[in-house]
């Protein structure tokens, strides 16, 4: 008979005996410089990106991956603070036509690198400097500036 199921037990919560600090096997594992290839490239992806971001011809999802989640979030409301004031003077968002210029890196200590990436268009240069670090055997930036 279909009908005559009987109801299923409720699951017992599971019980670790020998419980482990969790943020030791899932949260951020730091790399050593080695371990990582060369951050040159993400650097120049990354530094207009972030401009193009601010400038409103680039969604910010498409960055996340590389972004910790405080520099993701600030360039977020930087992004919309910068299209509500456009939205406000009735301007509409334009696609900078950007090339990367001079790029100077440093590594102040294994598995970071600091950088400044000048970005250029034919109006103005931009210095953006980005920190990366080597977290879960990948870089991601976790301090963004544009100047």
């Known amino acids: 008979m279909k009908g005559n199921k009987e109801p299923a037990e409720p699951k017992k919560p599971r019980v670790v005996k020998n419980q482990l600090d969790e943020a030791d096997y899932f949260g951020e594992q730091y790399c050593k410089t080695e371990d990582l290839e060369s951050p040159d490239k993400l650097l120049r992806m990354l530094a207009p990106a972030v401009v193009e971001v601010i400038?409103?011809?680039?969604?910010?999802?498409?960055?996340?991956?590389?972004?910790s989640e405080e520099v993701y979030g600030r360039l977020r409301d930087r992004a919309i603070k910068v299209a509500q004031d456009r939205a406000k003077r009735g301007e509409i968002a334009?696609?900078?036509?950007?090339?990367v210029g001079s790029m100077k890196n440093q590594?102040?200590?294994?598995?970071?690198?600091?950088?400044?990436?000048?970005?250029q268009s034919p109006t103005r240069t931009r210095a953006v400097t980005i920190r990366l670090e080597g977290i879960?055997?990948?870089?991601?930036?976790?301090?963004?500036?544009v100047i």
Not at 107 to 119: F, I, K, W
Request: proline fraction near 5%; hydrophobic fraction near 40%; aromatic fraction near 2%.
């Open 107 to 119: 590594e102040p200590r294994d598995g970071v690198v600091e950088s400044v990436v000048l970005v």
């Open 136 to 145: 879960n055997h990948r870089w991601r930036a976790t301090s963004v500036s």
């Open 55 to 67: 400038a409103g011809a680039r969604n910010i999802t498409q960055l996340a991956a590389h972004l």
């Open 94 to 99: 334009k696609t900078p036509n950007l090339r």
